[in-house]
Nanobody, 122 residues
Framework: QVQLVESGGGLVQPGGSLRLSCAAS????????MGWYRQAPGKERELVAL???????NYADSVKGRFTISRDNAKSTVYLQMNSLKPEDTASYYC????????????????WGQGTLVTVSS
């Protein structure tokens, strides 16, 4: 069974910074894309940032220049460094990964974390 465990959320003042982490565990053959999504109350879940296995990145326009996504393949971990946070960044943030497993059989899975709450408020 593959799991994603997130950490790093919390309360921060506008203009502040937070760093989210997401570690994958389980019998994993390889991890392709990893990303962060967020969902604010009453809104749909949206992509925040994505990083491929090769290190290419993609960001939502609303976070470009403020957020940075990175990954440590040796640790099966993806990070989201969030700077210059705004109240509109308040949301539950979810980690997502596309993984390949070979036990019990070759399979391609999309896995989600449980979410971590980020609140930006003075």
């Amino acid at each position: 069974q593959v799991q994603l465990v997130e950490s790093g959320g919390g309360l921060v003042q506008p203009g502040g910074s937070l760093r989210l982490s997401c570690a994958a565990s389980g019998v994993i053959f390889s991890i392709n894309d990893m990303g962060w999504y967020r969902q604010a109350p009453g809104k749909e879940r949206e992509l925040v940032a994505l990083v491929t296995s090769g290190g290419s990145t993609n960001y939502a326009d609303s976070v470009k220049g403020r957020f940075t996504i990175s990954r440590d393949n040796a640790k099966s971990t993806v990070y989201l460094q969030m700077n210059s946070l705004k109240p509109e960044d308040t949301a539950s943030y979810y980690c997502n990964a596309h993984v390949v497993i070979i036990t019990p059989r070759y399979s391609y899975l999309e896995v989600w974390g449980q979410g971590t709450l980020v609140t930006v408020s003075s």
